[in-house]
């Protein structure tokens, strides 16, 4: 696999140690979303899904912002492009593409880091949420605010918002579209963690990750999405097959010989989906 690639020249990607950096790429626009980067973040999500060899992935914003939002000046301009957008994977996915660029990351058997500064709006937001991990600088600026555009959250935010905060706390921010900083964004837990260097924060989860074995971790990301509006009997049940799934893995008994043995795992290259 190449090291660097671009994706439509909207999203580029880097692979250092296992990690892969997903770096969106309209510094100018402050990374605000066009069409052409909806397809750039599928694009990406689909490349990554295919390597194995992978640990983890962090996703991050080129310049001063994560993402501004959808750019609703250039986006307008392509009436028929959205409709086809709007429609389009509908009865196959079950999800249209504004929806599948932030699922793509859920859906992607790694864990997902996003770093955030600057402005995390709109669909950048639903960007990040759709991540397994999120840090941002404590003056990063946060809002749901398709409300400002007479617009609901459409890009699975309502998912993410539903684990993470209460039914009146997703419904106030989704009918203010207020904004807000890093600060009230950690004590409302839709982020991570706080600091001045997030990507420096994101690095070291990422690397505390690749030490683990990939097969567990995959498991591990499915096993708690599956299972967190489950029923307690779907719940067990996905829990049984999950782990018969590992322990009949190479990786798994790896993880076990290394632990008896008090020795650092050799992990060959994730199983499984």
């Known amino acids: 696999m190449a090291d660097d ?3 439509r020249e909207r999203v580029s990607l880097r692979i250092d140690g296992g990690i892969a950096y997903v770096s969106l790429n309209r510094p ?3 990374n605000a979303l066009d069409l052409d980067m909806l397809e750039a973040l599928m694009d990406a999500a689909r490349y990554l899904r295919k390597d194995r060899t992978l640990r983890a992935v962090i996703i991050q914003g080129e310049g001063k912002s994560f993402c501004a939002g959808l750019d609703f000046a250039t986006v307008t301009r392509q ?3 959205i409709l086809r957008s ?3 994977h509908l ?3 079950r999800a249209n593409l504004f929806q599948q660029c932030c699922w793509a990351w859920r859906e992607l058997p790694l864990p997902v880091i996003a770093v955030t500064q600057g402005h ?3 669909g950048g937001l639903q960007i ?3 991540a397994d991990f999120r840090f941002s600088t404590p003056d990063c600026q946060f809002s749901v605010m398709e409300i400002k555009w007479g617009l609901i959250p459409d890009m699975s935010g309502t998912v993410s918002l539903r684990e993470l905060v209460p039914l009146d706390v997703a419904k106030e921010l989704a009918m203010t579209g207020r904004i807000f900083d890093g600060q009230e964004a950690k004590q409302l ?3 991570t963690g706080l600091s001045d260097t997030p990507l420096v924060e994101a690095q070291q989860l990422a690397t505390q990750l690749a030490s683990r074995s990939p097969d567990a971790l995959a498991a591990t990301k499915l096993l708690f999405q599956r299972n967190w509006v489950a029923s307690e009997r779907t719940a067990f049940r996905n829990e049984r097959r999950l782990q018969m799934r590992l322990m009949m893995g190479k990786n798994q008994r790896k993880a076990m010989q290394a632990a008896l043995k008090n020795e650092a795992p050799e992990y060959g290259p994730r199983g499984g989906r």
Request: contains cysteine.
């Open 28 to 30: 100018k626009k402050y």
């Open 5 to 7: 690639m671009q994706f």
């Open 91 to 93: 009865g196959i996915r």
């Open 120 to 122: 995390c709006f709109g």
């Open 189 to 191: 837990n839709l982020v």
């Open 128 to 130: 990040a949420l759709a």
């Open 79 to 81: 009436p028929r492009r």
């Open 86 to 88: 709007f429609f389009s």
